[in-house]
């Protein structure tokens, strides 16, 4: 969209490009959002529903699966309405969805309306890092395609603020609060919020360039790029045609364009999935989703575990806005390589405090005062290293990896990988922690973020200060 600066500057974003990457990041809240809400409330709901633990994990999951459907479906409809429609379907979807489950009654109810805010999540997902990427210039689209990631850490901040302010309001999430209802229903009606601010914020954004003129609507596309970057018509011109050309014949992307020789798919397929799954398989989301659950159980109270889970979210947000400045400084791969390496210790050194856990004569777990905190600084670590590196860089990549031809699609494809894995993930991870105990079920998230050191660097491309044009099968990993 401009020239690109020297490897000396540190390029300027305009004003309104900001604004606008800011707005569409905002999606990054929902995800936050309800993560926090259902590790708030959890607790209270299987009590008040009676559930046991694996009908606990589907309520808590349930909404990632959504996201897997949104997220593949996006793509495809974004190709049609455009980018800001769906993201204010989205935002429309999960504000209505807030009301349903907070009044839901009976879990018969309640499993479907998780479903379908989980496809607001989902389709909200995606448009946010294609959004960006289209309209970020170059040497800042590792900055600005952070900025979905810090939302999606302070939504998760908020909202365990939020639900530890009500919970200890009421003495406890399933006590009442306000009006003869219980804190955790309050808890998932304050997701109203954040969809409210998503939907007015994307009221006011333009379309994306490339969107208009793969639809034939160059006129709109030089005033878009026009108002965006200040330059002259000439330049505009220039601008539109080499998006032009980079779209060619395509306009609509399909899973066609994604075939290839590497087992049926395009190699740079492959290594976006690859990218997808590793960002959920460190076991970052059961963290987040299961944390107050998790300190309850070596026994902190209910008080103190949503404290805990307020210190990880809180180093989570300064991890991450660290991270978005760094992102344009260092390459994609250095940056991912050394995250790997720092959670994989941090997990091993949890699974091991984990390990030093004892079960009382009453049937409880008693946790030694130095392994629960050495568990608690691990864990935050754990949490530092994720979010310096995978957290806002793999939505970065996922946004800017693939070429023009098939981004919409392939970046459709691998949020729903994602979504789906983080699903299997939180789903299972109840269960699995229950049948091979916290130390086994922490090792191997060890030894999957130390694979993950090894497919960066074997696999994974450079993307740092390359334009959306050069991106595709010949971007190797140098």
């Known amino acids: 969209m401009s020239p690109e600066p020297g490897p000396e500057e540190r390029p300027r974003v305009p004003g309104r490009v900001l604004l606008a990457c800011l707005a569409a990041a905002l999606g990054g809240l929902l995800f936050g959002f309800d993560t926090s809400v259902v590790n708030s409330a959890v607790g209270a709901l299987s009590e008040h529903f009676e559930l046991g633990a694996s009908l606990r994990g589907v309520v808590a999951s349930l909404s990632l699966l959504g996201c897997a459907v949104g997220a593949w479906f996006a793509g495809s409809v974004s190709e049609r309405l455009g980018r800001v429609r769906v993201m204010l379907l989205s935002a429309s979807l999960f504000g209505v969805c807030a009301v349903a489950a907070a009044f839901a009654p009976s879990v018969v109810v309640l499993l ?26 170059p040497r800042s689209r590792g900055r600005l395609g952070g900025l979905q990631q810090l939302f999606i850490t302070i939504g998760i901040f908020v909202a365990l603020a939020v639900g530890l302010a009500m919970s200890r309001a009421a003495g406890g999430a399933a006590n009442d609060l306000w009006a003869g209802i219980p804190a955790w229903r309050w808890i998932f009606l304050a997701e109203l919020v954040p969809a409210a601010l998503y939907g007015l914020a994307t009221l006011r954004l333009p379309e994306s360039p490339r969107y208009l003129v793969a639809q034939g609507r160059e006129v709109e596309a030089q005033r878009v790029l026009q108002g965006f970057s200040g330059l002259g018509d000439h330049e505009v011109d220039q601008e539109v045609d080499r998006i032009r050309t980079s ?29 997808a799954a590793l960002i959920q398989l460190s076991g970052i989301n059961a963290v987040f989703v299961y944390s107050t659950s998790l300190w309850e159980s070596v026994g902190f109270t209910e008080s103190e575990a949503l404290t805990m889970s ?24 250095p940056m991912l390589a050394a995250g790997s390496v720092g959670m994989a210790v941090s997990l091993a050194v949890t699974a091991f405090a984990f390990g030093h856990a004892t079960t009382s004569a009453s049937g409880e777990l008693v946790f030694p005062l130095a392994w629960a905190m050495t568990a608690l600084v691990a864990v935050n670590l754990m ?8 957290g806002p860089l793999g939505w970065v990549l996922l946004g800017e990896m693939f070429p023009p031809v098939m981004r919409a699609t392939a970046l459709a494809v691998a949020t729903a ?8 993930v939180t789903r299972s991870f109840p269960v699995v922690s229950e ?9 191997t998230f060890a030894a999957i973020s130390a694979f993950a050191v090894f497919f960066v660097l074997r696999f994974l491309p450079e993307t740092k200060g390359r334009s959306l044009d050069q991106m595709g099968d010949g971007a190797r990993a140098t």
């Open 112 to 137: 479907p309306v998780r479903f379908l805010a989980g496809v607001g999540i989902g389709a909200a997902s995606v448009m946010a890092p294609a959004y960006i990427a289209e309209i970020a210039p």
């Open 383 to 390: 949490v530092v290293s994720f979010g310096l590196t995978w």
């Open 417 to 424: 990988v994602q979504w789906f894995v983080n699903y299997a």
């Open 247 to 275: 779209v060619g014949t395509h306009t609509r992307s399909s899973l066609r364009d994604l075939r290839g020789s590497a087992l049926g798919l395009r190699p740079i397929v492959w290594i976006g999935l690859g990218v």
């Open 435 to 443: 049948a091979w105990g916290l130390p086994a079920t922490y090792g």
């Open 310 to 333: 307020l210190v990880t979210a809180a180093v989570n947000i300064a991890v991450t806005v660290v991270a978005i400045g760094l992102a344009d400084r260092f390459g994609r791969r």
